[in-house]
């Protein structure tokens, strides 16, 4: 009977090792994944062992499995763990056997178990995210074709009504677009249509998906926060009860700057940029999509006069962005917002 069971996860195999509470190695296999032999290998411990096991590739299933079994399981951020490994010799059972070892000390970098709602909503908002960034590489490409043929586009925007119409036009009457160049733009003009279906489609089923979620509603109040942007974070930021202020949130957005302090020396730098890069991004973007009447706007205003710097200003709203996001989330309202009574 182990009283620790590490795991080091891999994305077709797996070790599993058993630990006693002194830290002595029991034993260890490494097996197929499959969910039921692992269950079944990690229940050898007893009942409700304890199981540390790293977020990494597909963890998901992993995780469910061994909860449904029974066991009590840490999820550990792998990219913190690197901060206690000073070996020279680096295998498969010298990573459990670290982990186990953070395990018994109480020191392991645990993550939190997202909820299979929230894994769902992250994987459309993500997914969203991810197909609008291929779409922004397509119009690149285009405005690259339309460059190396000397063609000037007067709008700002090129796949907008005017600029299809531009388009079709020098496909079917430019003698230049007789050739790849045209093939390619045409290409690119059905996969951009192809690509604004599906992102339409995905922008659906997030409002469907989110449709009674108070905090979803009541982070739309925030100058810069639309539909989407409030489903990205909420999907990311999942439970806020997880965070005790608007400050730990903030934090764990990397919206806050780094500190060095020895002895009376104080360094402070620029913000750290850890945790969801999903989330510093739709901050960020929401900072810039500001009403000129709104109190952010002149807020951000100020801070770019003063620190002479509107990168810094633009970080500093997003940091009050997500402040106020706290806010709605935790309450399902934000008080600041509403007008005096």
């Known amino acids: 009977m182990s009283a620790y069971v590490p795991i080091d996860l891999h994305r077709h195999r797996s070790v599993v090792m058993h630990m006693a509470a002194d830290g002595e190695v029991l034993g260890w296999v490494r097996l197929a994944n499959d969910p039921e032999a692992l269950v079944a290998e990690v229940l050898k411990a007893g ?24 066991a009590h399981v840490h999820l550990v951020a792998p990219s913190k763990v690197g901060a206690f490994d ?23 970098p645990e993550a939190w178990i997202s909820t299979p709602q929230v894994r769902e909503w992250r994987e459309l908002v993500r997914y969203r995210a991810k197909l609008v960034g291929l779409r922004s590489g397509l119009k690149a490409q285009a405005h690259a074709v339309l460059a190396k043929l000397g063609v000037h586009v007067p709008m700002t925007d090129l796949f907008g009504v005017g600029g299809r119409r531009l388009l079709a036009h020098l496909c079917a009457n430019d003698v230049r677009f007789h050739s790849a160049f045209g093939q390619r733009i045409e290409s690119i003009v059905a996969l951009i249509e192809a690509f604004d279906h599906e992102i339409g489609e995905l922008s659906v089923s997030i409002a469907h998906g ?11 109040a925030i100058d810069g926060i639309g539909p989407i942007t409030a489903a990205i974070l909420v ?107």
Request: aromatic share 6%; hydrophobic share 40%; glycine share 8%.
């Open 210 to 220: 989110f449709r009674d979620h108070a905090g979803y509603h009541a982070i739309q």
């Open 86 to 108: 000073g070996r020279r010799v680096k295998n498969d059972q010298r990573d459990c056997q670290l982990l186990g070892d953070l395990l018994r000390a109480n020191m392991l």
């Open 235 to 341: 999907a990311e930021i999942g439970e806020i009860s997880r965070f005790q202020s608007a400050g730990h949130l903030a934090s764990w957005c990397g919206l806050t700057p780094r500190h060095r302090e020895s002895d009376t020396t104080v360094k402070r730098g620029p913000i750290t940029k850890q945790g969801s890069r999903l989330v510093r991004w739709a901050a960020i973007e929401a900072a810039q999509q500001l009403r000129r009447d709104s109190l952010l706007h002149q807020h951000r205003e100020q801070i770019a006069e003063r620190r002479n710097n509107r990168k810094i200003a633009k970080v500093a709203i997003a940091r009050r962005i997500i402040t106020l996001t706290y806010y709605g989330l935790r309450d399902g309202n934000i008080r600041c917002l509403e007008p005096a009574a």
């Open 47 to 70: 009942e409700a062992p304890e199981v540390a096991i790293e977020a990494t590739y597909g963890w998901y299933w992993a995780v469910d499995a061994l909860q449904a079994g029974g």
